[in-house]
């Protein structure tokens, strides 16, 4: 317990629940260290920001460039817009410009700035003007703020300016507040990642009056100005947004700061904002909404589109994708679900992401023959906040009010509807007498029952309406008239219309659902054989080859793809199994998205003038490539098919990430057995050759010696010492340079006619001295042909294994070399009656640099893996088991060729 003390007297406050309070957020914590790294590693954005136009941002950024300047940081200006301006003008000079580079357009040539001369002069910092400006065409970015965030990632700290209208989310509160249109934004994430920003505010009054000074535009444009979009309320409410928004970022910076500092503050809100997407115009008001909303609240932003049954036209898609890219650029996350009513989808999404508050547009029908939107997601949403945002005027204007359903389906549909139903009341009116009106009803009935399976809800309503009415005047009594005579008549009229209506509309929806859930079905089978073919690839040239296939076959699309190397430099050309060849203006691109591991290429904002699309493959070390799709197709991917390719792109960085560290760790495993061989090898050498060169030595110095010179015996052994010892090195650099052919594959036997007997007596003779206290028996078929085999290496073998034996079998025990033919191979069998070999050193036995434990000092290991290499370079198999009767036996079988009988006579 911690004891506190209060006016009233004393109290205690439990310890625990104290620590409780001080004890920082774990996950809060890490993100706050997290965020500090980054901020500590990455390059800085500057932002001189004004309400508009005039405010002085050019002038004070070219201000401080010169501060920076003075500390001695590397500064040049990337582009400035002086506008003419003389005292701008000015502060030019003393800084280092970069000439602009020149595109044609349309015959004539536009100025832009000079990214590459940038990026290859790699100053400290650079100054770039006006980050909303829309790039000329034939830019390698849409948007100057693009450039601005590729000059951030190769390390280079940019100074801009911007204006407050030019925010994406303010943009249309600016169109409300001027009348202007505003269509140079930059989205709100950029701005938010400035690590700095300097607000340049002056009085309105003031403003004017630099305008009817001409010091911001030439006087008849300042004129203008100021009866439109500069006017003093204009001006006025600008002001207040810019510092408004200032305000509010400085709030987030003292909270980050609270939190940083872990000093206690109630900011425990777990706020979290779900705006729903769709093809309207008017969601992009909502979205800029959502994502001011977000920012005040300092909550994260969950944009949600809902997919349903009812088939979108291409304007319709292609204005779905604007608002989802409007979303993403303003920093919400994004997340598509199925469902036909869309209330409970937003409301069941709202679950799943833990959502606070909904945000949705105000509905703009005055009636409807069903609950709007709003109170559909009112009823269902328990416990969520609704916020209603209201529509702009235009959008409202645009909006006409509509006391009836909108028509959805082809004016076709309808026609073939009523067709349908009219040609089968035709056929049944010649037989009405024999079939009786009411089996007509149920021929009818069926009719459009049946209609569903190839058309929607609305044509079906309608048939089943239009064939009431046929029947009613073509075949109840009285007929020619709608007149019934008989209330059972009437009833019947009735029920038919309902269950006409009613099986129609049902068989249709569920028609579309299986549409749906068949579009899914695709979009789950194209990743599930993705990702069965990633998991069966073992390297990354199958992971290639099944990237192509996938994207090939679910995209119709050429592919091509780029790989990085292991080590993370940057490939040089493209994988051998891509479909499509790309020229050097192409592989720039694919360059461009490796070092910066963004999107670009054709369907994009960056570098559009290429024939491909090119996705990076990042990894959390490094990019791992770059896949580019061409599709043969001109339109744009749906957001279906763009987030089935994202997948997609996903699931192969993974598998090509597993690959590398495979690859990692297999060069790892043998990085630390070459190790391992090394110090081996080291150890055996460095014994191998201090033995005979010591005994060399020693023999040699007593040579010397006056008292053995005229001692012939003496002289004699120690010469014989000098001798052995100078053929025990000589057998040490034979093995090493065999082992040295075996492993560079440079061992080609030399095959010529051979006498086994040859072989074993020349290598008997050679191991003479070894072999003089052990009783060799040779043991050759008579009938032994001569044999096709390289002499010298089937000596070395013999030879090897005969001192082996010599080595480690006993004095007097017995060696015996037996030489058979066996069908069609040769057989040479090498054994003692020593000790034999241990079970578990069987399976090593010809393994480099082993030696059975508790073996005598001497000897590296090697012969008996050279052995069996020899052996192998022959085509031929060793056998190495212990004798039932004692000791060791080799086993070793040529498959040869036989001299013939004729051969021989000849």
């Known amino acids: 317990m911690r004891r506190s003390e209060c006016e009233g007297g004393n109290y205690y406050i439990p310890l625990m629940q104290s620590l409780d309070q001080i004890r920082p957020d774990p996950d809060a914590l890490i993100a706050s260290l997290k965020k500090e790294e980054e901020k500590a590693t990455k390059a800085k954005l500057k932002i001189f920001f004004g309400m508009c136009a005039g405010v002085g941002k050019t002038y004070d950024m070219l201000k401080a460039a010169h501060e920076a300047k003075s500390k001695g940081i590397d500064v040049v ?55 909303a400006h829309t790039n000329a065409p034939g830019s390698r970015h849409t948007k100057r703020y693009q450039d601005v965030q590729e000059l951030l990632n190769n390390g280079i700290d ?36 400035a690590d700095e920003v300097e607000i340049i505010d002056i009085p309105p009054a003031e403003l004017l009056k630099r305008l009817s000074e001409g010091k911001v535009y030439t006087p008849e444009r300042s004129q203008q ?111 598509t679900t199925a469902d036909e009513e869309i209330a409970q989808a937003l409301v069941r999404v709202a679950g799943e992401q833990n959502a606070t508050q909904i945000l949705l547009g105000k509905p703009q029908r005055l009636f409807s023959f069903r609950k709007n939107l709003l109170d559909r997601v009112i ?181 091509t793809v780029f790989l990085s190397d292991v080590d993370g430099d940057i490939f040089t050309k493209a994988h051998q199994v891509s479909t499509f060849e790309v020229d050097e203006k192409e592989f720039s691109v694919a360059v461009w998205v490796y070092w910066n591991e963004k999107k670009a290429g054709k369907f994009t904002d960056t570098l559009p003038f290429a024939q491909a699309t090119y996705c990076p493959m990042s990894g959390p070390r490094y990019s791992l490539g770059v896949i580019g799709v061409k599709f043969n197709r001109s339109q744009q991917l749906t957001n279906d098919q763009d987030t089935l390719l994202q997948n997609f792109i996903s699931q192969i960085a993974s598998t090509l990430e597993r690959e590398q560290l495979n690859e990692i760790a297999q060069k790892s495993v043998a ?86 007997n040859d072989l074993i007596n020349t290598a008997l003779r050679k191991l003479d001295r070894e072999l003089s206290k052990h009783k060799i028996i040779v043991d050759v078929s008579p009938d032994m042909p001569l044999v096709k085999l390289d002499f010298v290496l089937i ?7 005969l001192h082996n034996a010599s080595l480690y079998t006993p004095t007097d025990s017995n060696i015996q070399i037996r030489a058979f033919v066996d069908g069609q191979e040769c057989v040479l069998i090498i054994s003692d009656n020593g000790p034999g070999f241990p079970k578990e050193a069987l399976q090593r036995i010809f393994e480099k640099f082993y030696r059975v434990p508790g073996s005598k000092a001497g000897g590296t290991g090697l012969g008996l893996s050279i052995v069996q290499g020899f052996v192998a370079a022959h085509n031929g198999t060793i056998k190495v088991e212990n004798r039932k009767e004692g000791g060791a036996q080799f086993t070793i079988r040529f498959p040869m060729q036989f001299l013939n009988q004729n051969v021989v006579k000849d």
């Open 77 to 131: 200006v990337g582009y400035v817009e002086t506008h003419k301006r003389v005292e701008t003008e000015s502060l030019l000079q003393g800084l280092i410009v970069i000439p602009r580079k020149k595109l044609e357009y349309r015959g004539t040539f536009l100025e832009e700035m000079d990214l590459d001369a940038i990026l290859f002069r790699k100053p400290k910092l650079v100054l770039v003007d006006e980050l």
């Open 158 to 193: 940019v100074y801009s300016t911007i204006n407050v209208q030019h925010l994406e989310s303010r943009a249309d509160t600016v169109a409300q507040i001027t009348g202007s249109t505003i269509r140079e934004t930059v989205p709100d994430s950029m701005f938010d990642q």
């Open 225 to 335: 100005a100021i009866q439109n979009f500069f006017r003093k309320g204009n001006l006025t409410a600008l002001r207040e947004m810019a510092l408004r928004l200032t305000a509010e970022r400085v709030d987030h910076q003292l909270r980050d700061y609270m939190q940083a500092q872990r000093i206690s503050g109630p900011w425990k809100s777990g706020q979290r904002l779900l705006v729903g997407i769709s093809q309207s115009p008017q969601s992009a008001s909502l979205i800029r909404w959502a994502r001011r909303m977000a920012y005040t609240m300092n909550a994260s932003l969950v944009a949600v589109t809902v997919e349903t049954a009812k088939p979108l036209s291409e304007s319709n898609k292609a204005q779905l994708a604007k608002n989802i890219k409007l979303a993403q650029e303003l920093g919400a996350e994004i997340i």
């Open 379 to 559: 009823e269902k949403s328990g416990d969520l906040d609704i916020y209603v945002v209201g529509g702009t005027e235009e959008s409202s204007v645009k909006s006409k009010p509509s006391h009836f359903p909108e028509i959805q389906s082809n004016f076709l549909q309808y026609i073939a509807a009523v067709a349908a139903v009219s040609v089968i009341a035709m056929l049944c009116y010649p037989v009405t007498s024999f079939l009786g009106y009411q089996t007509v009803s149920l021929i009818l009935l069926l009719t459009v029952a049946l209609l569903p399976l190839k058309l929607s809800a609305g044509p079906v309503i309608i048939a089943a309406a239009w064939g009431a009415l046929v029947w009613d005047f073509f075949f109840i009594p009285p007929r020619f008239t709608f007149a019934i005579a008989s209330g059972q008549d009437i009833l019947m009229v009735i029920t038919y219309f309902a269950i006409a209506a009613i099986t129609g509309t049902l068989t249709a929806r569920i028609r579309a659902r299986e549409k749906a859930v068949r579009q899914r079905e695709e979009r789950a089978v194209a990743l599930y054989s993705l990702t069965k073919d990633l998991s069966s690839a073992r390297g990354q040239d199958e992971v290639a080859r099944a990237v192509v296939s996938n994207i090939k076959k679910f995209f119709d699309a050429e592919v």
């Open 671 to 756: 990085f630390v057995e070459s190790e391992q061989l090394y110090k081996t090898l080291f150890n055996s050498i460095s014994h191998e050759l201090r033995t005979p060169i010591a005994a060399i030595v020693s023999a040699s110095e007593t040579m010397l010696e006056d008292r053995t010179a005229s001692n012939a015996e003496v002289k004699e052994n120690l010469t014989n010492e000098i001798h052995t010892a100078a053929e025990r090195l000589n057998r040490l650099i034979d093995n090493l340079l065999d082992m040295t052919r075996l492993e560079s594959g440079r061992i080609k036997p030399a095959l010529d006619w051979c006498d086994i």
């Open 795 to 801: 000596e070395q073998i013999i030879t090897n294994l």
